[in-house]
């Protein structure tokens, strides 16, 4: 990763870094400062590898010329802290480190003193091995930063998010900060509460977002916004999630979704061209929501590979195979894969069959195309004409691998997306090195939830592509957009609902009547009447664009202080049990006790 590095102002520590011990200081005297890295005793001379923050130089003790030094030499053990002076020379050429920028010099100390003495470390930084647990990296956090890949990442977050700043900046963007005890804004997670000391019995909520200050800064009239925001979601973690996070958080005025969409191309151009990420062709594609759904099963396609689902239902209207006639009967689908000529072992089918019903799939169907047939337990049930229709819906060959699953149609596009992806990393189909970013567009506002309601497919705040039709909900198109990258959602936005009668009639529709919409969001409708611009924006993971750009396995590796995937800090220890004065302070008892804290 370069990094340019000022030049220091001499003190009693160091006058150079230590990347910085290069051929124009030879022959003259440096004083460097850092970690011991690495020592190593060689035909009474020690070697010393000093690491600081632009990288390794080798200091050499002698113990003729480094007095008192190379006593202390002798002593060091890594990661103690150093500060070194001597002369810079040239090494002899069967000494030349090739890996290391500083590797044809070293210096040849004269004097040395220990700022600080270390305790022998939990784990190595210098030869770290990954056997090490993440508990134990995240435990004593501030050693496993001082590793080179750790270190990468964060420099590599940094540039990510200094060169949002800068695009963002030459572009009319003003950075303002909204407030973090605040009250909920959903974004369809718990929230995280407060309790207030001075209003006993109220609590603040941690924001899901800054969504709704974003938009009473349009109502404001600052036209152009944005911040790199911490976000708090109280929901069950995944590899990709943390109960705290940050997004580039960004809201204009005066714009509909193309100027939107086209601002953040360039912004992404530009943080890309910055970081070394994918070149992108621009316009990027854009994909209808039912589209993605459709073929894909998700509305986060990873579109580098085919196995694209397909909708059976039509070859299969007048079968008496029970299981998919109940199915079509009861407005269920039948959507199927042709995962293309696979060998596979009857243990691996029955294994996907498991997954399918994990995944929440009632069962799935297997079958390998043979003739105009099927290979299949299932081959019976169906009739010559129902299987030849399937095949060639399936655009099946011989031997085909074919995969079908009825169920209601969430979750035979939930189940068969999933399938799809694994069976592509299985079988290697996701060509090595290759990015895919595109925009999913055209969502439904709303989506029937299991308890007969509605849900937004964003949140409640996002603007309806037509009128919108209290009496058929469902209908409604949005004027949202989500980023996808690689199958991954990256970003997500959309124009917000300007006024106040509109953002009434969608909190009806999700269930939020006029008492509830005013407690609530009162301050938010009352805002709308007082001249709202018409506005929108999006935010982006920020933890997840620079995961993907690290290449790291989790967002933990990209954040300095993580959670552990059971939302602990296992740092610090958060969170703590507190005390029976702290409780009282703020007006609360516990219902139960809370379990022995942890050491
Ligand atoms: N507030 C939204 C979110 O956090 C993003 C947006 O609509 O701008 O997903």
Known sequence: MSESFPALRPNAFRDA????????????????????????????????????????????????????????????????????????????????????????????????????????????????????????RLRHRYLDLRREQMRDALVLRHRVSAAMRDFLDGDGFLDIETPVLTRSTPEGARDFLVPSRLQQGSFYA????????????????????????????????????????????IEMSFVDVDDVIAINERLLVHVFDRVGGPALDLPMRRLPYDEAIARYGTDRPDTRFGLELVDLADDLAQTEFKVFRSMIDSGGAVRGINVGAREMPRSALDGLISRAQELGAKGLVWAFREGEGWRSPTAK??????????????????????????????????????????????????????????????????????EGGWDPLHHPFTAPAADFDPDDPGATRAL????????????????????????????????????????????????????????????????????????????????????????????????????????????????????????
């Not at 500060?83 to 920028?101: D, H, I, M, Q």
């Not at 069976?423 to 970013?437: N, Q, T, V, Y």
């Not at 982006?540 to 959670?563: H, N, T």
């Open 17 to 136: 870094w230590c990347g910085q011990v290069l051929g124009d200081r030879v022959d003259s005297e440096v004083r460097v400062a850092g970690w011991v890295h690495r020592r190593r005793d060689h035909g009474g001379l020690v070697f010393i590898d000093l690491r600081d923050r632009t990288g390794i130089v080798q200091l050499v003790f002698h113990p003729d010329s480094s007095g008192d030094a190379f006593e202390l030499a002798h002593k060091l053990r890594a990661e103690d802290v150093l500060s070194a002076a001597g002369r810079v020379v040239r090494r002899s050429e069967e000494t030349v480190n090739a890996e290391l920028p500083t590797g044809e010099f070293e210096l040849a100390v004269a004097s040395a003193e220990l700022l600080s003495d270390a305790d022998t470390p939990p784990f190595q930084i210098e030869g770290f091995s990954g056997d090490v647990g993440e508990d134990a």
């Open 381 to 450: 049930f169906l009739s010559a004409d129902e299987l030849k229709g399937l095949n060639e819906r399936l655009g099946a060959e011989e031997g085909d691998l074919l995969i079908v699953v009825a169920d209601r149609p969430k979750i035979a596009n939930a189940v068969l997306g999933q399938l799809r992806l694994e069976l592509a990393a299985e079988f290697g189909l996701i060509p090595e090195g290759s990015d895919d970013l595109l925009w999913i567009v055209d969502w439904p506002l709303l989506e029937a939830n299991d």
């Open 206 to 249: 941690l924001p899901q977002s800054p969504q709704l200050f974003k938009q009473l800064l349009m109502v404001a009239g600052f036209e152009r916004y944005y911040q790199i925001a911490r976000c708090f979601r109280d929901e069950d973690l995944r590899a990709d999630r943390q109960p705290d996070f940050t997004q580039l958080d």
């Open 480 to 599: 949202a957009y989500d980023v996808v990258w690689n199958g991954q959602e990256m970003g997500g936005g959309s124009i917000r609902i300007s006024d106040s009668a509109v953002q009434r009639d969608v909190f009806a529709a999700l269930g939020i009547d006029e008492a509830e919409a005013e407690s609530r969001f009162g301050f938010l409708l009352e805002a709308l009447r007082y001249g709202a611009p018409p506005h929108g924006g999006i935010a982006y993971g920020l933890d997840r664009i620079v995961q993907r750009l690290a290449g790291a396995e989790s967002i933990r590796d990209v954040i300095a202080f993580p959670k552990t995937a059971s939302g602990t800090d296992a740092l610090t220890g958060a969170p703590a049990p507190i005390d029976d004065g702290q409780l009282r302070e703020v007006g609360l008892k516990l219902r139960a006790q809370p379990p022995p804290s942890r050491p």
